[in-house]
């Protein structure tokens, strides 16, 4: 064997051994399918990915919402001991309310704040239909979609959510 | 005698109204006593002590030696404040009592914490942390797993975004340290980086954010960009040595070392990586800033560098005139802090503050200053720089850009976020100190 040889096979020999050294990690988590993630796989993102069937309209969502949402939202979104979620105060600084209509940049957050840890004291206990009929009641009442349109994975990411182009990143950099 | 120069030296003002210079703390019985042959101002030696006697407990048997011990029963009033002790539907907080504390630590049961439905009360051996997502291999971990992969310890703070809120009021809110920045606190974590697994998990290329999700009532989520990920992103397990408090994420949280406190999800359970970032409910609303032209920030992630004095501080009564040590806390999420100075009267003038060893990165740095009281009124104030070339802002700088209120708000409200101010504390002729702006 040359000289040149014997160096690239100690290279390889090397690089080999590094490979092996890499794969040998605690490898202590189990596989799992995305599929059996799915239980637990409740993030609605902006574009829609995520977002579940089922769908629902304003009418639907009012008595529910009623029962479910009122006791500490107030009557008609007005606010109680939890804040409001109907209203649109003009934006003038820090102490503006922040409200779904003149603050929150995407509908889809509507959908997944509900679903994901509404109400209080039990979340996770409505379905995706009343989910999605008490985000349309939400944004008919706000004036943000028509009070008869029907919200599902396809109509709810197109709702334009009036501040969406009033934010800054802060950092770029760090994304 | 070089020893004699240097008492000299140590006792030179280095700023106005009593502020001495930081050598002096190299030590300070050599100080007290080269004051005294000085003559400086101020009384050095107390009134004659009384005769020593023995208390009764060192002449009885002691208790039982508990398996866990906790604080001395004269130390009761070393408490957080909590407020929502009914746990109504609402966010739960308790405070870091920062002026009853010493040294970077912050001990477990005292670390602040929010909750934003209860602390829950998790199984570890059931709890389950998956990844998955934008990787090549989804993988669920249990606890016993995490335990046995490679960790790291590393020192350093956790901050709320909100904390030290109150200073966004139009006029001084009359409330102490712990009240208006009790919502940080640091400690030692220990636990595996994220980078490890995510190295058997693999990563798809696409991914550029991950989602941290929390087992907690409300699920909370937050986005994470990935950078951070490989950078020093860590699971971890344990604080300040134990497995990590109920408040802190039992069993496991994410830590994010300077990022805004609620980035670093308790409780963590599912970690999602993506392509765009999830616009939770915390960061495209409640974490999101209003500015006075009625944009937002979003997305602010950093905890910019600060330093607040804890001693004196509102409560903490100077009981007469003479010498007294200023000390403090400074810290940066940008990494170390590498100055801070003090000043006793109100920013006219500032003298350098030492800084106590270790000087760790995104960590409490305990700052301290030697201060003779002259009795007079004087106007406390920290200021922090760090190793990025940052400066601590003054508060005037800070609203000028951010806003303020137009009347007091409650001291537990949060107008806005992210106020890394210079704090101002005014000591008056009877050594009470209140909260002003200067």
Known sequence: MSTRNAVLVAALLALASSTAVAAEGPNLGQPITEKEVGAWDINAMPDGTGLPPGSGTSAQGAPIYAQKCAACHGEGGKGASAGALVGNPPITGIESPKTIANFWGYSTTVFDFIRRAMPWISPRTLTNDEVYAITAYILAENKLIGPNDVMNAQTLPKVKMPNADNFIIRFPDRI | ?438
């Open chain 2, 1 to 438: 005698m070089s020893i004699s120069k240097r008492h000299n030296d140590s006792l030179q003002p280095v700023a106005g109204n009593g502020l001495l210079d930081r050598r002096a703390l190299l030590g300070r019985g050599v100080v007290f006593a080269g004051a005294v042959s000085a003559g400086s101002a101020g009384s050095m030696i107390g009134a004659a002590a009384e005769p020593l006697v023995d208390g009764p407990w060192s002449n009885e048997v002691g208790a039982v030696i508990p398996p866990y011990q906790v604080a001395s029963r004269f130390e009761k009033h070393v408490v957080r404040t909590v407020d929502n002790p009914d746990n109504v539907p609402r966010n739960s907080r308790a405070r870091t009592p920062h002026h009853l504390l010493q040294g970077i630590i912050t001990p477990n049961g005292l670390h602040f914490t929010i909750c934003h439905g209860g602390v829950p009360d998790i199984d570890p051996e059931k709890h389950r942390l998956v990844i998955h997502g934008l990787v090549k291999r989804p993988l669920v971990f249990t606890l016993d797993a995490l335990a046995r992969y490679p960790m790291v310890s590393r020192i350093g703070f956790v901050e709320c975004g909100g904390n030290s809120a109150p200073l966004f009021s139009n006029e001084p809110i009359q409330a102490n340290v712990q009240a208006l920045h009790g919502l940080a606190s640091c400690s030692e974590w220990t636990g595996v980086l994220l980078s490890t697994l995510l190295e058997e998990t693999g990563i798809d290329p696409k991914a550029k954010w991950f989602i941290a999700e929390g087992a907690d009532s409300p699920r909370l989520h937050r986005s994470v960009p990935m950078k951070k990920a490989m950078d020093d992103a860590m699971v971890a397990l344990y604080q300040n040595g134990e497995r990590i408090q109920p408040g802190q994420g039992y069993p496991m949280r994410l830590w994010l070392p300077g990022y805004e406190g609620n980035m670093n999800v308790k409780y963590l359970r599912r970690i999602t990586l993506t392509e765009q970032p999830a616009m939770s409910y915390y960061e495209s609303r409640t974490y999101s800033q209003v500015l006075p032209d009625g944009k937002a920030y979003r997305f602010y992630f950093l905890q910019e560098v600060k330093s607040f004095i804890a001693n004196p501080s509102p409560g903490l009564t100077l009981k007469e005139p003479g010498y007294y040590e200023i000390s403090g806390v400074a810290y940066s999420g940008t990494g170390r802090v590498t100055r801070v100075m003090v000043s006793a009267d109100g920013g006219k003038s500032w003298g350098d503050a030492a800084l106590q060893e270790p000087v760790l990165p995104r960590a409490f740095t305990r700052f301290r200053m030697p201060w003779r009281w002259n009795g007079g009124p004087a106007v406390l104030q920290s200021r922090a720089w760090d190793e990025g070339g940052n400066m601590q802002p003054t508060r005037a700088e800070i609203i000028a850009h951010r806003g303020q209120t137009s009347k007091p708000p409650s001291v537990l409200a949060f107008p806005s976020q992210h106020f890394n101010g210079i704090t101002s504390w005014a000591v008056d002729t009877k050594g009470e100190v209140k909260h002003v702006y200067a």
